[in-house]
């Protein structure tokens, strides 16, 4: 009866720096337009330092940094589609909303991403979610936190950040030239970006949209979108929410409406 | 019956493979197949049949944990939902394979076994290999399963990744044999959602 | 069976600290040890600071996870406790009880502690509570974890090739929602929380030192070292192997049997002669009183089987009752065999003869009866059962018992 779900670790052996996403969608999915209400739960930002020997290096100071550029970036791309926008910073914060439903949805939520993880990006595939988008809710506590909150859309969002020390450098041309000897280095710790983000619909309660970003610079020194400054921080926001694709159906049903003389 | 849930959104980074050149993840390894609705399908080791009133995936069984009688479905995933069949698990046999010398052991089925000693081994299981960190009886009480006289048993728990789960299992020892259909879920929504399929199932199983 | 009594194993390891073990020449003499920390301390250096940015989400996370025991008496006394014998900084320290069936106990380095309902099991008194919690103050105020983080970095800058091939260690620690064990398995967390053994050796010694200073037998930190090996030897010997569990408390820290010769060393230079010292039991039983047959559930369902019977032992020192009683029963019936169901059924019958008894004693007892073919003394037992918890959630099924 054992769950043994067969994660493989696999190594990252690139030596090139890339930047990736990949994201999911209800079928149904429109990305939010025009006048609607955004709630982002406790967004989690963190920046630190690679030591030569891979450890990342917690930095309160780049962390704080990133942390309002990150916010200042996701408000004002959400204005610009006429959201808004508002940043729960603690789960007591809300009035309507006592803290422990707030933790009982992150909970709930949690769960779902650990799935959505799972069976959409670790290869694990579920058939029965085949060409069904995703097809992921949090159910009728998601629907009733939206009514209590008047909000229509709720963001879990993770974002890290870390960058190469000196000493790591060195040690990474090292790494880099032994690949031609038959050693590779993995990318310890990584000097790069791991972000992601799921967006609820609190109106019906479904994970509309899911999405992965890692800009990952496995060459020491090549630094992409440096949260600690704001372009840094607009261009992450950028990759990792600003091109939200509809979902399948409603891509077909403006190509349809397109395809109408 | 849940493991430890080991994976961490961490696995993500490793998944997005891309940046070395690799197809996504796993490259179509297909751990679960698809369980086609109603008609009738073997479960287990064949000796009990049920009727699924939609699609479900059947996980396929590891060889590192090869329990021929037991087998494993879900819907949206080991961490939301999940059915287990038990067909017809013989006496001094494991419900889980476990090392021979773990510390924590879940108890070995016995033929003698009454309904409140079933129950207190799913509860060992779960505790041991699930996580399970807060356990409640909700009901145990008769219940005629496979046409033998069986039980129901009803209880949820709180797991280390601080979700409340809830389950419910129908069992019936037969011939000092332990048949079971066990269900676990998410205790919000995922519970609820899948639960009339489960008494489906429940309904149709026969023994084979 | 196994024949490693407790006796045995006690004489054994009192033997080795009598006539000194190798050990002694590394112990840490408590008066050299002094707090680093003081009232109102705040983090210095860049890396300090960033430590401490990062611990305030991980305490946030623990603060409000559902896996805390909310019951705010027994939180005051443990906040009360740590008050007692926290050194210079007691005011700032924070201690979180989870429920987590392990023996344990964390200090964190931004000053809060995380403390398992397991450990609070295994303690037979207040005074041995207080030793595990001033050896967790004293990491604190002797800033190990910072002063670990910066070994660390400096060693795996040297055999960073080495730590290069071990994989992922650091970048995965983003994730904190939920489950406190995997917390502390979290990368960067992780490397924080395993401290070497010089400072584990410090903190023995200064926590010793301030339990003697607030009145607490110096002995009772080696006593709960004692316990801790008996407890592992046995778990080890049902299971028919060496003792060597390699997970948390055991791999991360230096060998209990050296730290508890050390304990005892510094206990007999601390204890002044001919003076009482505090235990505070009763204080301490009363503390618990509402959880203690919770604590008794989670340990014994896990099946571990020598080490229940040892945790049950140990406490039963201070005499047997009904609970006691009828969680030996329920850790021999586990053992699943028909001699330890024989032997689960003396147990039952003796609980119930208990004014404590739990409920749950007499349906065991009653099922335990009725297997054997007692059905007259099997029935009257679950009778008493079902007007002790008449609304028990598997009532319907022991009136269909009673029926049959």
Known sequence: MRRQVPLLALAALSVGGCVQTQQYADLQFAPPQGDYKLLVLRPDIQVGAVTTGGLVEARADWTEQARANVI?????????????????????????????????????????DQSIALH????????????????????????????????????????????????????????????????????????????????????????????????????????????????????????????????REVRRAQAAQRARP | ????????????????????????????????????????????????????????????????????????????????????????????KRIIHQERKADRQVPRFRATMTPPEIASLLESLYRIEGGAIEWRTLNLAPRPFLGAAGFQYDYEHLDSDELWRKGRAVGAVIDGRLYLIQFDAARSHYYAAALPDFEAMVVSARRR | MTSLSRRTMLAGAGATALFGGTAASARIDPASLTPMVGPGYRPQDPDERGMWQQMARVEEEIAGSNLLVQDPALNRYLQGLVGKVGGPATSDLRVY??????????????????????????????????????????????????????????????????????GVVGGAAGYYTGNLDQLAQLGTILTLLRYNRQLEAEADALGIKLIAQAGYAPLSMAETWQQLIGEIELSAAVRRKRPDRGYSIFADHPAPRDRMIDLTASATGLTVPGRRYDRGRERYLAAIAAIRPTLLDDQVKLNDAGASQYVIQTLAQDGWNGLLRFYEGESLRLRNTPDYDARAALSY?????????????????????????????????????????PSAPDAPFVRQMLAS
């Open chain 1, 72 to 112: 200042a970036a996701l408000r004002a791309q959400q204005a610009g589609r006429g959201g808004q926008t508002l940043i729960l910073d603690r789960r007591d914060s809300l009035a309507a909303v006592p803290a422990e439903q707030v933790a009982e949805l992150e909970r709930l939520n949690a769960a779902v």
């Open chain 1, 120 to 247: 959409k990006y670790s290869g694990v595939s579920l058939p029965t979610k085949r060409r069904r988008g995703l097809d992921y809710t949090l159910g009728s506590d998601a629907v009733r936190f939206g009514q209590r909150t008047g909000y229509d859309y709720a963001l879990f969002l993770h974002a890290e950040d870390s960058f190469a020390s000196q000493g790591r450098v060195a040690l990474q041309v090292l790494g880099i030239a032994g690949c031609f000897i038959g050693f590779c280095a993995p990318n310890v710790g990584g000097a790069g970006q791991f972000a992601y983000a799921s967006l609820v619909d609190l109106r019906t309660g479904e994970v509309v949209w899911f999405n992965v970003l890692q800009a990952g610079s496995q060459v020491a020194g090549l630094k992409m979108g440096d949260l600690r400054t704001p372009d840094g921080a607009a261009q992450m926001v950028e990759r990792l929410l600003g091109l939200m694709k509809p979902g």
């Open chain 2, 1 to 92: 019956m849940r493991v430890r849930r080991h994976a961490l959104l961490a696995g993500i980074s490793l998944a997005l493979a891309a940046c070395s050149g690799g197809p996504n993840g796993l490259g179509g390894f297909a751990y679960y197949s698809l369980v086609r609705p109603n008609r009738v399908v073997a479960v287990g080791n064949g000796a009990m049949a049920v009727v699924s009133p939609r699609e479900w995936n059947r996980a396929s069984r590891s060889s590192f944990t090869d329990i021929g009688t037991v087998e494993d479905w879900t819907l949206n995933g080991p961490y939301l939902d999940s059915i287990s069949f038990v067909s017809g698990l013989a006496n001094d």
């Open chain 3, 97 to 166: 009880l989870a429920r987590v069936p392990e023996f344990n106990a964390m200090m964190f380095p931004t000053g809060f502690a995380v403390v398992f309902t397991g450990l609070l099991l295994r303690m037979r008194d207040e005074a041995q509570l207080a030793g595990v919690l001033a050896h967790e103050s004293s990491h604190f105020l002797l800033k190990h974890q910072l002063r670990q983080w910066r070994d660390t970095r400096r060693k795996t800058d040297i055999y960073s090739f080495a730590s290069m091939l071990g």
């Open chain 3, 349 to 389: 019958a003796a609980a119930v003869a208990y004014p404590d008894a739990p409920a749950d004693a007499w349906r065991w007892h009653g099922i335990a009866l009725m297997k054997a073919g007692r059905r007259d003394e099997s029935h009257a037992a679950l009778q008493r059962y079902l007007a002790l918890a």
